[in-house]
Nanobody, 124 residues
Framework: QVQLVGSGGGLVQAGGSLRLSCAASGRTFNQYGIGWFRQVPGNEREFVAAISRSGGTTYYADYVKGRFTISRDNAKDTAYLQMDALKPEDTAVYYC?????????????????RGQGTQVTVSS
């Protein structure tokens, strides 16, 4: 199995940027597609972005497209979520997840492993 540790959350003003990291250990990182999800207490989990094993294919939810960028460095066993032009409605706990199928499956919420969340708070 693979262990995931998310980090990089914090408090930022609207319009600002944050970069989340997802560090993996255990099984070979490049065997997994990686996705980012977010959740506000009391609300359902939302898909944010996903990236294929090689990094050649990415997927984004419409509400972050053009503002967020997912990437990965397989040599460092780490994935990233660059978040720009943040809005107050982006406030949530963000967590990364790993799927051993196609990265597209992550867009439908299917994953095998999940890291702990990191809080992102965007003030207006």
């Amino acid at each position: 199995q693979v262990q995931l540790v998310g980090s990089g959350g914090g408090l930022v003003q609207a319009g600002g940027s944050l970069r989340l990291s997802c560090a993996a250990s255990g099984r070979t990182f490049n065997q997994y597609g990686i996705g980012w999800f977010r959740q506000v207490p009391g609300n359902e989990r939302e898909f944010v972005a996903a990236i294929s094993r090689s990094g050649g294919t990415t997927y984004y939810a419409d509400y972050v497209k053009g503002r967020f960028t997912i990437s990965r460095d397989n040599a460092k066993d780490t994935a990233y979520l660059q978040m720009d032009a943040l809005k107050p409605e982006d406030t949530a706990v963000y967590y990364c997840a790993a799927g051993d199928g196609l990265a597209q499956s992550l867009t439908r919420g299917f994953y095998a492993y999940r890291g702990q969340g990191t809080q992102v708070t965007v003030s207006s």
